[in-house]
């Protein structure tokens, strides 16, 4: 299980990105973090990626204090960062050289079948279109078999159409590997579509005032009702959540909706 304990995060420069932020997220679970800008969504994932430590609180996964990066947590972000001077092979396998060779080469192509890349293993980052490009970023950190896979705007700026075909594409991966999936992004059809949770924050200081259980079973039709009933409950929750409050007044915990 991941958990978010009661985090702040305050910069050098007095700037508080996160106030009290709490959250678990059970092993398997796919949950959506959305909010307006400046809520400190991003900052939240470099947190539990151990990127950044937080001013207070703590981060755990499965009762361990993320203290520093872990193999076990992979993290995309919104541009694949992919190094040009490697094949998709050897980006995907960046992580992994203290593996046996053999070892390496099998998980490396395992993988590539999995995003639909087989045919791409020899190609060069300047040769993949976004989307493909995005796959592999994808690949790279699901390669070291992580528990969990936190995922930052990914698809924001792909086209509509490239970034539902990835949308659903990030579900089969999810249906192969099963991680946990903890994602940030500002597209509430996204969130009504992937999550099983979507977690509403208000900024200035960050934390969360919401949480949606969508109860959705998949397959979902993202043009069915369920889907739009959901996009609504979050756009409610969204729009409260962006409402300036009384100076002073102390915001409840996340509220269940």
């Known amino acids: 299980m991941l958990l978010v304990e009661s985090v702040n995060k305050t910069y050098p420069n007095g700037a508080q990105a996160l106030d009290h932020a709490s959250l678990g997220v059970n092993a398997g679970e796919i949950v959506a973090v959305v909010g307006g800008s ?28 993320i203290r520093s ?14 190094l040009p001077w490697l094949t998709v092979a050897q980006n995907i396998g960046f992580g992994l050289y203290a593996l ?21 293993a020899n190609s060069w ?19 070291p078999r992580p528990k969990v896979l936190l995922l930052d705007e990914p698809f924001s700026s792909l086209d509509a159409f490239t970034r539902a075909s990835l949308q659903e594409h990030l579900l089969d991966l999810w249906e192969a590997f099963r991680p946990t999936l903890v994602l940030v992004t500002h597209d509430v059809e996204e ?21 949606i259980d969508l109860g959705i ?16 409950r979050i756009l409610g929750a969204l729009d409260r959540s962006l409402r300036p409050h009384p100076k002073g007044e102390e915001l409840a915990p996340a509220a269940a909706i």
Request: positive net charge; charged residues 30%.
């Open 69 to 82: 990066p872990l193999s076990a947590i992979g993290l995309v972000f919104q541009e694949p960062r992919l």
């Open 125 to 143: 980052p300047r040769e993949l279109s976004g989307g493909q490009a995005q796959r592999v970023a994808i690949a790279r950190a699901l390669a």
């Open 38 to 65: 400046g809520c400190g969504k991003s900052t939240l994932l470099r947190l539990i990626a151990g990127l950044d430590p937080p001013t207070r609180g703590q981060v755990q996964l499965d009762g361990e204090t």
């Open 100 to 120: 046996p060779h053999d070892e390496r080469d099998r998980i490396v192509n395992d993988v590539l079948q999995h995003v639909g890349l087989a045919d791409y």
């Open 191 to 211: 969130a009504a579509f992937l999550a099983d949770r979507v977690f509403v924050m208000r900024p200035r200081p960050g934390r969360f005032v919401a949480t």
């Open 217 to 232: 079973a998949r397959p979902r039709d993202r043009y069915g009702v369920e889907i739009e009933d959901a996009k609504r």
